[in-house]
């Protein structure tokens, strides 16, 4: 009976947790915004190319930074 209540308990919790988050917040923008549009190129470069790049990048760097440290 106790295992119960407490699974209970818990679900009420989850679920009262995820109201409280599901709420718009008060300092979003107003407007009409659009979604990016992805059949631009320079969209493409700036949100998907750019940032692997800088990934890559970072990664090539602290191997290089480990190889030196090691030696």
Not at 21 to 40: C, E, I, L, R, V
Request: hydrophobic share 45%; aromatic share 12%; net charge positive.
């Amino acid at each position: 009976m106790m295992l119960r209540k407490n699974i209970i308990a818990g679900i009420v919790t989850l679920f009262s947790g995820l109201l409280v988050y599901a709420q718009k917040p008060t300092m979003a923008p107003k407007g009409d915004h659009k979604p990016t549009d992805f059949s631009q190129p320079e969209n493409i470069i700036i949100y998907i190319v750019l940032p692997i790049v800088f990934v890559v990048l970072y990664f090539l760097w602290r191997s290089k930074k480990k190889n030196e440290k090691n030696q």
